[in-house]
């Protein structure tokens, strides 16, 4: 987050007055409302809350899959909520590196070529995609497994591979949906070091949902969620 007087261009993504009202008449369900946050370039940002607080709501509006009810979601000063699907499709693939809560890896392929094929659709140049590949697998430490494919993974090994897809083509937005979930502490302070040296070396901005105390320690910023809207807590 930013404070008022930061100037405009160091503002990556802005959500203004956004709310996302699910279904409709009694059956309607107000899954986030008045959020207004500016995330800074190159920042790396916690959202927390209790499970149903919007988390993953509020990550999908910001990654333009998903709509508001009411508001608009700016990146790099222009609005991305309101674009028709296909502008959206292709603002995605190219800017936007996304870890969703359940991975999302298609299993006939291999580590390799599941991240292989996130370099392909985001259109980086073929002529890096084994390099960039390989070391993205090798951030995570999945290198020495990348030729098995996800249902001879754990967990956390294909989530370690879902974020290795999500990183490989150099994304200037990373929005990832608690990242660390199926991983141990130590593995998941390795996952958010790597994070923090894509922040330092890429200018790479990262939002990501946590439940890990240990995360919110090292991020720059934590947003709190509240049955949907933001809470600003006191600095103690
Ligand atoms: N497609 C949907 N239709 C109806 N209600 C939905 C839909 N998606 C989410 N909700 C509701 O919106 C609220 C916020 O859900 P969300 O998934 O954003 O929570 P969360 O903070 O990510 O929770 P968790 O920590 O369990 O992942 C919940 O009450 C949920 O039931
Ligand atoms: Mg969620």
Request: glycine fraction near 8%; hydrophobic fraction near 45%; charge should be neutral.
């Amino acid at each position: 987050m930013v404070a008022a007087e930061t100037p405009i261009a160091q503002v990556l993504l802005q959500a203004v007055n956004v709310k996302k009202v699910f279904g409709r008449g009694d059956n309607a369900v107000t899954a986030v409302k008045n959020i207004d946050l500016s995330i800074r370039r190159g920042s790396m940002i916690a959202l927390k809350g209790r499970s149903g607080s919007g988390k993953t709501t509020l990550l999908n509006l910001l990654a333009a899959l998903d709509q508001p009810t009411e508001g608009q979601v700016y990146y790099d000063g222009r609005v991305i909520s309101e674009l028709p699907e296909k502008q959206r499709s292709t603002w995605r693939r190219t800017h936007l590196g996304l870890v969703f809560q359940a991975f999302g890896l298609i299993p006939l392929m291999s580590a390799y070529e599941n991240v292989e094929f996130g370099l392909r659709i985001a259109g980086s140049n073929p002529a890096l995609h084994k390099e960039r590949a390989e070391q993205a697998l090798d951030w995570v430490g999945m290198k020495s497994r990348m030729k098995h494919r996800p249902p001879e993974l754990s967990g956390g090994e294909q989530q370690r591979v879902a974020i290795a897809r999500a990183i490989a083509h150099r994304p200037a937005l990373l929005l990832a949906d608690e990242p660390t979930a199926e991983l141990d502490s130590r593995m998941g302070l390795q996952v958010i070091k790597v994070f923090r040296d894509l922040v330092e070396n890429l200018g790479m901005t990262i939002v990501m949902t946590t439940h890990d105390p240990g995360i919110m320690e090292i991020v720059d910023h934590v947003i709190a969620l509240e049955d949907g809207e933001i809470v600003v807590e006191p600095n103690v």
